[in-house]
């Protein structure tokens, strides 16, 4: 194995696995990771309360993972942190005495957030708290409330219309409270103090592509290369509350921040949809890069997207305050399926070998980020003998061979300490794996060595 000198020294990195070997790792891992979905899906997650803290609690069974509460009130840039949400019972009882919605039945039935309230409404009244989707009549829709101070229901479409005239007696049974808001991290050490991070968001209750694939998916990455021996950059993956959860965690990691070499936000990646690769602010940042070639490589139907403000939380990542190399990893994308914040977004609509094909390519993504280093052609002057070094005996007289033999000349050609395999990659227009053989064999027979940090 090689390991660029730009990074930690001359210490060969013997444990780092190939990119191959690390994907590798994915294999089976499908059904685990659909039936840890399947354990999240009935907690009442929000942007605050004991739904995050129980999902945090489930992850940390896989993971090691740090919890931090950031009290309510406390100022994180333009917002502050809101109260925490308690939620005891919801439900509303029709002319009849009988319960028409109840949370218990669907975590979905209770606007998220709701604020507390006890009554008794005639139809008309009540209607305005009501939310239904005339469109799919069986579908309960997700929605939230939480800059507003108000409370509602979200039910069928043919639940409401089977609604009679009358009185209806509401109980929305929750507090909003001088709490916390409530993040986790897994933070694996690596050689560099550099960072990989990785975010997800971690708020949506009973919704199985957003959120539950991306949470099950960052686990499974972290729990992953937290087996590794040894690795390059340190991992940091983060288990956040979306938006507001985001501007808490970088308000609270302002220090992190400076030290994040790459990132990328993954969600929804259980669904069936073709793969998409929202690309950082910057637009051409390594993993970007990376991202594009490891998706060209797949085989996978995928399309890239150009950044923009509104998605997920690449969006606070990418603010131009911060302006991280981050894009975001999903399969179908924000908004764009149907069962998109509904109950259909439910543990059908996941799939474990979407789930495991998803956790294979990011694995296969961070292979590349742990291998793309920068060396130095030590024989620069006119093209050093392969043959004296045993390389034609690599390269042999087939088709395979013949791109070794082109990937050597590349690499050679190329290491002149400012150019990364990355860029080689690029430039030949050959697999980044090839590259990385021929780097490796080169590094081995002395041709390449300690290269320059890149200006
Ligand atoms: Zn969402």
Redesign the pocket.
Known sequence: MIMSATRSGSEPSAALLTAASLASQAAGQGTAMHAFCTQLYPMLRSITGQGVRDTLAAIGHHIPLTVTEVPTGTKIFDWEVPQEWVVRAAWIKGPDGRKVVDIADHNLHLVNYSAPFRGTLTLDELRPHLFSLPDRPDWIPYRTQYFKRDWGFCLTDRQLQALEPGSYEVCVDTDLVQGSMTFGECILPGDSTEEVLVSTHVC?PS?AN??LSGIATATWLAKTLAALPRRHYTYRFIFIP?TIGAICWLSQRQDVTQRVAHGVVISGVGDGGQYHYKRSRRGNADIDRIMALMLAESGEAHEQIPFFPYGYDERQFCSPGFNLPMGCFSRSTYGSYPQY?TSADNLDFIRPEHLERSLQLLLTAFGMVERNGTYLNLSPFGEPQLGRRGLYSLIGGHNEGQKLQLALLWVLNQSDGTNSLLDITEKADLPFGLIHQAAEALLNCGLLGEGRTPV
């Open positions: 949506h919704l957003d959120n979306a914040h």
